[in-house]
Each structure stands twice: as C-alpha cells, then as structure tokens.
C-alpha cells in the first residue's frame, strides 16, 4: 500500500474539459489520479500536465460504462492509498437519433457511464469524505444524454404511418 495522500480524480480526463480539469488541478498543485478509458491518451494528458505535484499523478485505465467499474475504481483507489478529496465527475456519452434506431447495448453502456458510474462515485468517494469530514464532488453534465423521447414518438409514428400504406 503507498503512502496516503489528498489526490483530485477526474473522470474523462483524457481529453475535453476532463483534460483541462486536470490541466488547471495541476497548475493549480493538486496530485492528480487521471481516469479514462485510454491509457495512451492519459499517459499522454500526464505529460501535458505542469505543476509542483505532476510526478505523483496516477493513472488508472477504466472503462465507467462497464457494470461494476466504479467499485473496482474505488477499490483500486483505496489499495493504491490515494485519499481522493475531490471528484471531478467529468466522464460522459450520448447517443444520437431515433430511440427505436439505437443498439440497446450501447444505450446500456451509456446509462452505465452517465448514470450508475456517476451516481456509485458519488456513493463511494463521498463515504469516504464524510468519514474524514472533508470532500468535493463535482458533476459535469451534459444535455441530451438520453434519446428524445419525441424522437422515439415521431420515428415510431412515422414507421406505423409507411406500414398503413
């Protein structure tokens, strides 16, 4: 077990505004643990970073679509002993198009990623804060993470309307 630190984790830290969390936590001192799926793209978001701190920034690869992902991250998290006092909830995905169109696996990885993970780091990593009585969490969201409803009624109606024909 390494030794315990006060460490940010960002979500989606391997490009985007997860990248620039990390980029403005860095200058701003913070040690880092950098999460995403790619590890070369966070390997490479690692190098980009500037500060007094950036040599003990962690990097953990971690698919958040994938059931399970957030116990294992958290769990990974505690063995490493990084004392995580900020999360940067950044990690997300959308899907676009008619509802009735879309692959139910990729809506579920999507749900996954933007609602379980999110919700389960939250749980996780802010048990840990209220137990030491110190913690942030920040959740960025984004619109339109589900399909339209509308969309799904539109595509709908207009596929019944073709068949009437």
Avoid: W
């Amino acid at each position: 077990m390494e030794q315990s630190r006060s460490y940010a984790l960002v979500t989606g830290a391997s490009g985007g505004i997860g990248r620039e969390f990390a980029l403005l936590l860095a200058a701003a001192g913070r040690t880092l643990v950098l999460v995403g799926r790619n590890s070369g793209r966070l390997e490479a978001v690692k190098v980009e970073l500037a500060g007094p701190r950036v040599a003990e920034t962690v990097v953990i690869p971690c698919d958040l679509s994938e059931p399970g992902a957030a116990t294992r991250l958290h769990a990974s998290c505690a063995k490493k002993g990084l004392v995580v006092d900020t999360l940067i909830n950044n990690a997300g995905s959308g899907l676009f198009g008619h509802a009735i169109d879309l692959d139910p696996q990729g809506i579920e990885a999507m749900v996954n990623l933007n609602i379980t993970s999110l919700t389960n780091l939250c749980s996780l990593f802010g048990r840990d804060m209220r137990k030491r009585s110190f913690g942030e969490i920040l959740n960025v969201g984004y619109q339109r993470l589900l399909p339209d409803a509308r969309l799904c009624q539109d595509g709908l109606r207009h596929q019944c309307r073709h068949r009437e024909r």
